[in-house]
């Protein structure tokens, strides 16, 4: 009986997450293991495997992964009618069904686009002198482009600043796509 229940609840969960879109949050952890192992090919192989034990207690724990553990769990709980087989086939199911899914439909994945906001404490260069209400145009690059932007200066800096000066920005305000930014 305890078999077909986990068989049920895991058919069930995994079939909604599936049709709902949600993959339990390993989005993120997955892509940046990938970008830390790419970036550390040249470092010694405990450097990046370091933490791949925790990586998976934690990828088992997510919903996703209880979901896949009781519907492997009980399909072979069913089929052989021991729990120690049952516990190797939840763990076999989400090993070796699961996660390659998972981890193919994440390569389509890509990273969140920045926005203005997110260039607080990035570096900006001066496009045109300030004038005397210390606004000026500065280029900021953002998600890898360069965006015009007009500038304030902060409180307290000279407006003499130099075209091609190198400044940096304080604050930033989207609703009226402007910055207030001050020298390095």
């Known amino acids: 009986m305890i078999y077909q229940v986990l068989l049920g609840v895991g058919a069930l969960g995994t079939l909604m997450m599936g049709l709902t879109g949600l993959r339990a949050g390993r989005g993120i952890r997955a ?3 990938g970008k830390a ?12 495997d370091s933490g791949a034990f925790v990586e ?4 088992v724990f997510s919903p996703l992964g209880i979901f896949s553990l ?9 089929l052989t009618n021991r729990w120690w087989w ?9 090993k070796l069904v699961i996660e390659p899914l998972q981890e193919l439909l ?3 994945a890509s990273d969140p686009a920045k926005n203005l906001e997110g260039a607080r404490a990035s570096e900006a260069i001066a496009l045109s002198r300030f004038d005397t209400n210390s606004q000026g145009m500065v280029s ?11 500038a304030k200066l902060s409180e307290g800096e000279p407006r003499e600043i130099a075209i091609g000066e190198k400044l940096v920005v304080v604050d ?12 390095l």
Request: net charge positive; with cysteine.
């Open 31 to 33: 892509r940046s293991r």
């Open 37 to 48: 192992r790419a970036r550390g090919k040249g470092k010694g192989r405990g450097s990046s």
């Open 56 to 59: 998976a207690l934690l990828g």
């Open 106 to 108: 994440l390569r389509f």
């Open 140 to 150: 900021l690059t953002v998600d890898g482009q360069v965006r015009r932007v007009l």
């Open 70 to 78: 009781c519907l492997g769990a009980g399909a072979a709980g069913i």
């Open 86 to 94: 049952a516990v190797v086939g939840g763990l076999l199911f989400w």
């Open 172 to 183: 930033v305000d989207t609703k009226r796509n402007t910055c207030r930014v001050a020298r």
